[in-house]
């Protein structure tokens, strides 16, 4: 079964830098990593998880939260299977556990529960 794994999480000051990554393994023909949707979620505590960003690996097609747009950066390597997210100039809001998640059906812009696979996350601590 699908499998995707979060790493590149950390605890920086205000402004600074982190490149997440999720690497997705267990891919089959029904789900091929150069044309499924995979976004990055967040969940601070106490907050309902959110979508950051979110890419249509099989075309330029990218989604961007309000509150991360000019900061974040998502990107894909379909050779590798991997995703990442780029996080620059980071705020404290910005904090909490960053998820991967992918489906095959999903759109850019869906909600979290529109996506069947997920990572166990990555914490981010912006202070």
């Known amino acids: 079964h699908v499998q995707l794994v979060e790493s590149g999480g950390g605890s920086v000051q205000v402004g600074g830098s982190l490149r997440l990554s999720c690497v997705a393994s267990g891919l089959t023909d029904g789900f091929r990593f150069d044309s499924r949707c995979i976004g990055w979620f967040r969940q601070a505590p106490g907050k309902a998880r959110e979508g950051v960003a979110a890419?249509?690996?099989?075309?330029?097609?990218?989604f961007y939260a309000d509150s991360v747009k000019g900061r974040f950066t998502i990107s894909a390597d379909n050779a590798g299977d991997t995703l990442y997210l780029q996080m620059d100039n980071l705020e404290p809001e910005d904090t909490g556990m960053y998820f991967c998640a992918a489906d095959a059906l999903a759109g850019i812009q869906d909600p979290p529960s529109h996506f069947s696979h997920w990572g166990h996350g990555t914490q981010v601590t912006v202070s």
């Open positions: 890419i249509y690996t099989g075309a330029d097609n990218t």
